[in-house]
């Protein structure tokens, strides 16, 4: 698992401990950590350690809603 580039953690109950020690895998360079536990502090310290590394973090925006109803196979 030390190769692991990509992890996609959303939806779960991961924290800021998990961040840490998911810093110490050096070939990390995307991450997934949207609606979990993550603080902001937490995300610093892996930035840190990861400057290079994108993390996708937050909450998912709303569902978009169409501008007009629309034929039904439209939708």
């Known amino acids: 698992m030390t190769n692991l580039t ?3 953690l959303s939806n779960t109950a991961v924290g800021d401990d998990t961040l840490a020690r998911l810093a110490k895998l050096s070939d990390l360079r995307r991450l997934y950590v949207g609606e979990t536990k993550v603080t902001p502090e937490g995300l610093d310290a892996f930035h840190k350690r990861h400057p ?3 993390v996708s ?3 998912r925006p709303a569902p978009r809603v169409p501008l007009s109803p629309g034929k039904k196979n439209e939708r």
């Open 52 to 54: 290079t590394s994108v």
């Open 6 to 8: 990509s992890l996609d």
């Open 57 to 59: 973090w937050g909450e």
